[in-house]
């Protein structure tokens, strides 16, 4: 389980193999699309490559990595109308838990700064208008996540060995948010702040501060991609979820960013849960989950633990080998999440898009963000949803799918996710 839950992105080598194995399947698809589907194209734009920045002072600041090395982010100035437009990608990665774990975590890019390369922006980052419709030609920026506490912790480093380690997420965030304003984003004309899985959270976590940090006249939204991880009960009865965010926000001592209304009457690592923090959130808000969420179905509903663990892993890897008793017990685990975005529903100005599509992030990949092969409900892209929410172009963007395997738009992600 430990390894599993320390890391909310998708096995790579697991995607590898079914990318390999549907790899006829979906070519002969992706031809049938072409042709059947002319508004959208598949045009290759080669993937982008956008250098590194970091951050300016961040030693100063005491905004550092888990390591001590300053945070950093690819920027990628806007052009044309979109010059004066800001997106904020907060990048997803692992939390840690524990001294050992933000330790080990000290060796890789979510842990310092001396280990990131850039990565490519496609999907809700690409620059091609055809991927990417109404965000392309914006000032994108992808920021770096290092502290392994969804940019929300402000603790005192504590000694491993002899090594120091920071807990300064939140600090990472204002110095961030402090750097892009002095590069123009104090000057913004409409601003989207987003992110996936944890940092999709973070995204939720900072939305209000973010909108209190530019003038009421500017837009600001806020876009949550695979960050609505829910507090319910794993397969043998452990609240497994909830034991490992309790252990990140006291590590972390994350508080200052909760919402002080739950704080009021819950404790600190049920406020950290998306679910909480949507009642407290006033910027309008657009949720994007899979309501099969892969990554929560393996780390949440099914992480390895005293149930039968072997009958499960085939369907934990892949939702068609589910027998129909698994099936049910994926139903009801849609059901809770369902239900607990009635809060979400309800709210004026929010949108959602919850499909069942078994994958986590949808926002970084051109194939689920804007493609012939995307997941659709009202037939209607990830990235025409999300667009007709933020620029009102319709009433009411609260799209929830029936229950899986009714979308049949969700084939291409079976084979990539
Ligand atoms: C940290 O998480 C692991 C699972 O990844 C769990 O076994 C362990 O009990 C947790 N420790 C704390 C202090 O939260
Ligand atoms: C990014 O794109 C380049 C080609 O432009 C490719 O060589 C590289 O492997 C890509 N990197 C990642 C992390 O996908
Ligand atoms: C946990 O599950 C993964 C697959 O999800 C499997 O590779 C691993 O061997 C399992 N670990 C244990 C201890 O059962
Ligand atoms: C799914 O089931 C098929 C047929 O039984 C099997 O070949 C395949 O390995 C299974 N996939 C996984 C990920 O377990
Ligand atoms: C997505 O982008 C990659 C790299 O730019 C490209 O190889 C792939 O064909 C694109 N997929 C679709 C469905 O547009």
């Known amino acids: 389980m430990a390894a599993e839950l320390l890391s909310p992105l998708l096995p790579r080598r697991r995607r590898g193999l079914a990318v390999a194995a549907a790899a006829p399947l979906l070519a002969l698809l992706l031809v049938a699309v072409i042709f059947f589907r002319a508004p959208l194209t598949t045009t290759v734009s080669s993937p982008e490559r956008v250098d590194l920045t970091l951050v300016a002072g961040a030693r100063e600041k005491g905004a550092v990595c888990l390591d001590g090395s300053p945070p950093a982010y690819q920027l990628r100035r806007g052009s044309g109308s979109g010059a004066h437009n800001w997106l904020i990608y907060l990048e997803g990665g692992s939390w840690c838990n524990t001294t050992q774990s933000c330790y080990a975590q000290t060796m890789s890019n979510f842990g310092s700064s001396k280990f990131m390369r850039p990565v490519n922006f496609s999907g809700i980052l690409s620059k091609d208008h055809l991927e990417n419709p109404d965000f392309y030609d914006w000032n994108i920026v992808y920021v770096r996540y290092c502290d392994g506490a969804s940019f929300a912790g402000d603790a005192e480093g504590e000694d491993l060995d002899g090594t120091k380690l920071f807990f300064r997420g939140l600090r990472i965030w204002e110095a961030v948010v402090d750097e892009l ?27 209000d501060n973010f909108r209190g940090r530019l003038p009421q006249e500017v837009p600001v939204k806020c876009l949550s991609d695979a960050g609505f991880f829910i507090d319910v009960k794993d397969l043998s009865g452990e609240r497994s979820i909830w034991s490992f965010f309790n252990g990140v926000v006291h590590l972390h001592n994350i508080r200052e960013v909760l919402p002080k209304d739950c704080l009021q009457n819950k404790d600190p690592t049920e406020c950290f849960f998306a679910s909480e923090l949507i009642k ?53 685990f849609r059901k809770k999440l369902v239900s607990k975005l009635k809060v979400a529903e309800d709210k004026r100005n929010w949108g959602l898009f919850i499909d069942s599509c078994f994958t986590h992030c949808q ?55």
């Not at 369907?315 to 068609?320: E, F, S, T, V, Y």
């Not at 319709?394 to 996710?417: G, M």
């Open 181 to 207: 304003m002095g590069k123009g984003m104090d000057n913004a004309k409409q601003t989207l702040l987003t992110g996936c899985s944890a940092g999709s959270l973070a995204a939720l976590l900072h939305c």
């Open 280 to 332: 407290s959130i006033s910027t309008p808000t657009f949720i994007l989950n899979s309501d099969y969420d892969v990554w929560q179905i393996q780390n949440i509903l099914a992480p390895n633990g005293s149930y039968p663990g072997q009958a499960w892993s085939s369907c934990k890897a892949d939702i068609r080998n589910c027998s129909s008793t698994q099936i049910d017990v994926l139903h009801g």
């Open 363 to 417: 926002t970084p990949s051109n194939i689920s963000w804007h493609s012939p092969v995307s997941p659709r409900l009202d037939d209607r892209t990830i990235a025409e949803a999300v667009g007709d929410w933020y620029f009102g172009r319709r009433q009411d963007v609260k799209l929830i799918d029936c229950e899986y395997p009714c979308n049949p738009t969700c084939s291409s992600l079976l084979s990539t996710a």
